[in-house]
């Protein structure tokens, strides 16, 4: 069973580290254009199943030779690659795995069902497992007309004045942050623009933290489930403040793609990004905090079931809370792809492939597990 990453970086790496270690596995092939990243890479994870190669997502026809005879490709890069990679790994005769929100591409569907392949997107934490555990709570509690989730990476040592660090990129962090949100209301899909919606809500264990409305969110689910539900709402959770910093510096136009001067190729988002990196950049022991409340409200007694997930920095492996919680999942589509298909094919979104008590149960071994609240009064967890 070989399989092929594409990234090296933060969650590259970790899905890498995950593979490398399932029963099965043969090869673990790793694309990455940054040599020193490779390096950094082949240092940390020196594992005899780990092939390291210097190419870029854009080099086609050098990774077309290394997709051939893979299982699987896992795409770890932005979203703007997607399509052609996924294009790609359906004509090498492999499955494909992305972390990204759906690809809206109705002929690569219909290329990748007509020979047998998936192409499996919002793999990650959100979208991604943070679905799988929305319809877990949906199940377990049909009579639910309302969910919220909570969801967001946090500096387990947080330190002023921004209190909060990069859990993947500073590029990945503007994206969540100038992208809108799709929610559901009175049965439909309505969108939320980010860092909007700012309240503060208690979480156990952390006290005080303020969530907000931002990108990424739970994909192609608010579509689905909208109808079934009166609302649906995903927000991010953060320490008190960060929105307003944020949004300081977005409403400044330090995000613009507009070039800086005649005399520079540098833009604004550019400056941003840089300083990001140097502010908040960096390892750090972080915890990944995530629940969701599936209410039913009438106009008699209301219930609430709650699922919730608290996963902390791994000593043990150097693995930080975002990279298993984003990672863990893409892996275990990946591996479970590789072995055991459904049959069929065609565009789908994780938690329309892979069984949820599958993915649970994987994560249990890697030491995440879930928290399930009965159904209660509403008046009982308020």
Request: aromatic share 4%; with cysteine; proline share 5%.
């Amino acid at each position: 069973m070989k399989i092929t990453v594409i990234g090296a970086g933060t969650i590259g790496t970790a899905v890498a580290h995950d593979l490398c270690r399932r029963p099965g596995m043969t090869r673990v092939q790793v694309c990455e254009a940054r040599p020193v990243v490779l390096r950094a890479l082949r240092q940390k994870e020196a594992h005899p199943l780990l092939r390291t190669y210097e190419a870029d997502a854009r080099d086609t026809p050098t990774l077309e030779p290394i997709f051939t005879g893979s299982s699987v490709v896992v795409s770890c890069v932005g979203p703007e690659h997607s399509p052609r990679l996924a294009r790609l790994a359906v004509k090498a005769g492999a499955h494909f795995v992305d972390l990204g929100g759906p690809l809206n591409d109705p002929d690569l569907a219909e290329r990748a069902a007509s020979r047998g392949k998936w192409i499996v997107t919002g793999a990650g934490l959100g979208p991604g497992l943070v679905n799988v555990l929305v319809m877990e709570a949906l199940d377990t509690f049909p009579e639910a007309n309302r969910v919220r989730v909570l969801v967001g990476d946090v500096p387990a040592h947080p330190s002023p004045p921004f209190n909060h660090r990069l859990a993947h990129s500073a590029e990945k962090l503007l994206d969540d942050y100038t992208s809108s949100v799709s929610v559901v209301r009175n049965g439909s899909v309505e969108m939320r623009e980010p860092l909007t919606g700012v309240e503060l809500v208690d979480i156990d264990d952390f006290g005080k933290m303020e969530a907000f409305y931002a990108g990424a969110g739970l994909g192609a689910l608010a579509g689905r489930l909208a109808g079934r539900l009166d609302s649906l709402d995903v927000k991010v959770l953060r320490y008190p403040g960060h929105a307003e910093q944020m949004r300081f510096l977005l409403d400044l136009g330090m995000a613009d793609s507009t070039v800086l001067d005649v005399r520079t190729h540098l833009t604004y988002r550019d400056v941003l990004v840089r300083r990001l990196r140097q502010r908040l950049g960096g390892a750090y022991e972080d915890a990944v905090i995530l629940r969701v409340d599936a209410d039913r409200v009438t106009s008699g007694e209301s219930e609430r079931h709650t699922i919730r997930l608290v996963d902390c920095w791994d000593e043990a492996t150097g693995l930080s809370a975002m990279q298993r919680c984003t990672a863990f999942p893409a892996a275990s589509v990946a591996a479970h792809l590789a072995t055991e298909a459904p049959t069929g094919g065609g565009h789908e979104s994780l938690e329309n492939v892979l069984p949820a008590e599958i993915l649970l149960a994987d994560l249990a071994e890697r030491g995440i597990t879930i928290e399930r609240r009965g159904v209660q009064p509403l008046a009982e967890v308020a």
